[in-house]
């Protein structure tokens, strides 16, 4: 059997900082304020951007620098589901023990956490910290003063405190963790002269907006870094370094293309690349490669993202057709107004103007300003190449049933 290197790419996973690309003025902007948390400023920073644009991947990285350069604790908390107070606070402290056991002065701050430490699992390797909830309701009130206590600590063998509280998106919804969040704040600027602790949000621009309602002097405290898409020479360049780590030489044509399916999406290039990968046999990857990688990835992406979203949410027969009707041609991303309509049935034609606007809403489509007035493309450069799959066998299975009957 052919033995193949495990695949470089982590399609939904953040990204092994070796193989991290671009975001140079967010990494360098962040550090700037890492560099005044270890002169013991307290610093707030919201990191947002779209689903899957590499938020985590971004944070993972600075933690990483800000712990070999600047000497930096950092903790990375993901909250995707939690939606209270006590237990955001009780991942806080358990992802600190986690992070301090390793460390010879482990011993330092365990105390701290009273008989309330367990080790988990087999040989011990892994510890959780489960407090009552009367005592983890008050380390909740007196989550400042808790820190200090850490950081005092800690203070000889590191500079300061990373907490990174991954996806918010729940907890940006109650009023109670912008409340709580607000006093920290203030707390700590009316007690503390020092207080070397860096804190990042991360989510979505939407978890902003419902955190600024909820509590419209909590955005002032926030420095806001706002992630886009990669350029295509980052593209290429996460590319070309996760191929060379496999030995595995790519044509420039075959690169050519996996660069501009990517559309200067994070996610995509990942699922590009993987797919690439997995049907390649000869360690070259050529055009033919490459092509069925990318319509192997349209298939993944679909499913995931657009079965879900369009398929199984639009039950209307007539916009599933005139969906196909947009993607005929294969691999073009734009299409006119105009040339879709000419291909409608006059049925189709009545809701044409209610399809544009849904998928505008779903986020299907876009305008393509470059264009034009009545001039539309897809998001990016995979979902038109899904809907034409997907129209072609549906061609296939129509075709089928007729020759049967
Ligand atoms: N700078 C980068 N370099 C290389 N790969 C990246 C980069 N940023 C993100 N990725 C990859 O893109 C995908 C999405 O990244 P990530 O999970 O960090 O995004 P996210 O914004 O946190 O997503 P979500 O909103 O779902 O939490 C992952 O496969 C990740 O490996
Ligand atoms: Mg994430």
Redesign the pocket.
Known sequence: MNFKENSP????????IE?????SNQVKEILQYINQTIYGKQENVYLE?????????????IRSLANSQYEILGIHVFL?TINNLDEMVRRIFEELLKQTQVQSWFSKIKDLFGQYIKQIGLFGISVSFSPPADELKRLVISFPEALSKIIEKIIEDKKGLLIIL??ISELSMKSEFANWYKSFVDQVATHYQKYPVFIML?G?PENRDSLSKLQPSLMRVFRVVE?EK?SDT?VEN?LSSAFLKVNIEVKPDAMEQMVKFSSG???L???IGDATFLKDQDKIIDLDDAIDGILEAGERIGKKYLDPKVYRAIRSERYISILRKCAEVPFLRSFTKQDVEARLTENEKQVFHNFLRKLRELEIIEPDLDKGRGSYRFVNEIYPVYIWMEAQKFKYRTKYKQNTI
Do not use: C, N, Q, W
């Open positions: 790419f982590t399609p939904g996973s953040p990204v092994p193989l991290f690309v671009g975001r951007g779209e689903r899957g644009i590499g938020k985590s991947s971004l944070a993972s990285f995707g991954d996806d991360i979505l992630i990669l980052e996460f999406l994070p996610i290039m990942h699922e």
